[in-house]
């Protein structure tokens, strides 16, 4: 993929996951959108299950509330409020810095331990999700 690409596409999720989030923040709360198509499908709620929720308490300062609704809101919130801001950064300044982590990232994660290792992180979360009945 190339720089222009991923930025587009970084810039267009960033946008769209900002918007999704103010509405679960002050949209109704009577009609709640419930988007996980493995969900809906299945009665079985996904890994990322939860994660707007996550999100929602932290903006409240609900830590742990944050933490026992997903984990991943906290890293989603890391994400949220750093990569579309470093992406920006790079359009401006012309730079490849976020490309370049990135490409290091996804080179870390088809190594066969770490990506056992996220697989199996990733799994566990899901049977603690379908334990609390999420």
Sequence with gaps: MTRNRLYTWVLLLS???FLY????LFGPSDAPIHVCIFKNITGYPCPSC??????IALFHGNFAEAIYKNPLGYVMALVILTVPL??????????A????FYGKIEAFFTQRIPML???GLIFALWM???YKAL
């Excluded at 939860?50 to 999100?55: C, N, V």
């Excluded at 470093?86 to 730079?95: I, M, Y």
């Design 50 to 55: 939860g994660t707007t929720r996550s999100l």
């Design 128 to 130: 603690w999700n379908i």
């Design 15 to 17: 946008v769209s996951g």
């Design 97 to 100: 810095d976020f490309f370049i």
């Design 21 to 24: 989030l103010v509405y679960a």
């Design 86 to 95: 470093w992406v920006l950064r790079d359009v401006l300044t012309q730079k």
């Design 117 to 119: 290792l996220g697989i």
